[in-house]
């Protein structure tokens, strides 16, 4: 069974940057794709970037265009989530996941089978 854990959330001051990284547990980690949701309070969880895992294409949520990017480290089996310039409306518990295909939306969440439990972003003023 594949696992996911997030790390690297914490405070940061609005306009700084922050690293999230997600690493995988288990048996041997092939996805289709990863992809970076995030849940701020009081509102649903929504997608903010995605990866496929053979070449690397990318794809992102408009708000997260131009400051934020998604990376890998195949070789490890990590994936990145990079962001700057960060807002305050970027607070939020930030949630990577895997999906096993492609051919569908990035932003169904029923596309995915596996998840981490979360790292919490908080943006100060």
């Known amino acids: 069974q594949v696992q996911l854990v997030e790390s690297g959330g914490g405070l940061v001051q609005a306009g700084g940057s922050l690293r999230l990284s997600c690493a995988h547990s288990g048996r041997t980690f092939d996805p289709w794709g990863m992809a970076w949701f995030r849940q701020a309070p009081g509102k649903e969880r929504e997608f903010v970037a995605g990866?496929?895992?053979?070449?690397?294409?990318?794809f992102y949520e408009d708000f997260a265009t131009g400051r934020f990017n998604i990376s890998r480290d195949i070789a490890r089996s990590l994936v990145y989530l990079r962001m700057n310039s960060l807002r305050l409306d970027d607070t939020a518990v930030y949630y990577c996941?895997?999906?096993?295909?492609?051919?569908?939306?990035?932003?169904?969440?029923?596309?995915?089978?596996?998840w981490g439990q979360g790292t919490q972003v908080t943006v100060s003023s």
């Open positions: 996941a895997a999906r096993p295909a492609g051919g569908g939306d990035w932003r169904r969440e029923d596309e995915y089978d596996t």
């Open positions: 990866r496929r895992w053979s070449d690397g294409n990318t």
